[in-house]
């Protein structure tokens, strides 16, 4: 991880639908790094990364991927980042390679070049066995998978995920997790929301907590302890006395 250069950087993020979602929040994202984003449901995660992939405009505020303004150059952003929704859409006449070398055609990546990285990316995820399958037979937790390689194909440096072990098994969590761990030590980096905690307290480098659309707390879980003042506390009694804290306030 190098410290002084940052794949995300948001400035003053805000977004309002019938009441605030996201309120003038800053976030840093340092490359390499592994970030998990928590907070309780409707918090802002969601709306936050769909603003930072370019799915919602901000009402107000700055994203800036690897130093690219993604508000005003949002092509170029797009290109150094995957976004994976909670709810991903993939096409069902299609098998996951037919689906891989689409996505990749639109990247403008040649066949030659995105098939080996389709199976390569398939076999990681436990898919290569139905590669030639259509997709509509699949299960959630493998459509989901189908996505994430979708999302994969052009090589993004910045993976952004939303909620990606929903649904998933206990193998299928191993192959994302063994995935994602893999981009990382490869130098991507990768933002995530979930709710389950002890995910984000094995795998990630720094954790972000999000309440009412302010990032109420950020660190390692040792400097998370050591703000809360409880050296041998889990994440999960922290998260709870920080969001009690928050809805206090
Ligand atoms: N398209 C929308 N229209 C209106 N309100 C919305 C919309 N999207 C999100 N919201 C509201 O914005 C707030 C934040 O929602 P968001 O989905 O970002 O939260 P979240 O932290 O991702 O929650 P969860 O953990 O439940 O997925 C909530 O009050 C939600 O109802």
Not at 119 to 143: D, I, N, Q, V
Not at 171 to 186: E, F, N, Q, T
Request: proline residues 4%; aromatic residues 4%.
């Amino acid at each position: 991880m190098k410290p002084d250069s940052s794949a995300l950087e948001v400035r003053g993020l805000t977004k309002r639908f019938d009441r605030l979602a996201v309120d003038n929040l800053d976030l840093t994202i340092h490359a390499g790094e592994f970030y998990a984003l928590v907070g309780p449901n409707g918090a802002g995660k969601t709306t936050t990364l769909r603003m930072v992939a370019g799915l919602l405009r901000p009402d107000a505020g700055h994203v800036s991927i690897f130093g690219i303004d993604a508000l005003q150059n949002p092509v170029a952003a797009k290109q150094a980042m995957a976004w994976v929704s909670d709810e991903p859409m993939i096409y069902d006449k299609l098998t996951p390679l037919e689906y891989l070398e689409f996505v990749a055609g639109l990247w403008g990546i040649a066949p030659a070049v995105s098939k080996p990285v389709a199976e390569e990316l398939l076999t990681s995820l436990g898919l290569a066995p139905h590669r030639h399958e259509r997709c509509e037979g699949f299960s959630k937790g493998m459509r989901q998978k189908v996505a994430l390689a979708g999302a994969l194909v052009h090589d993004p440096r910045l993976i952004i995920l939303d909620e990606p072990l929903t649904g998933l098994d206990a193998v299928s969590a191993r192959h994302v997790k063994g995935l994602l761990g893999d981009r990382v030590r490869a130098g991507c980096t990768v933002i995530m929301t979930t709710h389950i905690l002890e995910v984000a307290e094995r795998m990630s480098d720094r954790i972000g907590v999000i309440a009412a659309g302010r990032l109420v707390a950020e660190g390692t879980l040792t400097e998370l302890r050591q703000q809360n003042g409880h050296a041998d506390t889990s994440l999960e009694d922290l998260f709870i006395a920080l969001v009690t804290l928050q809805d206090a306030a």
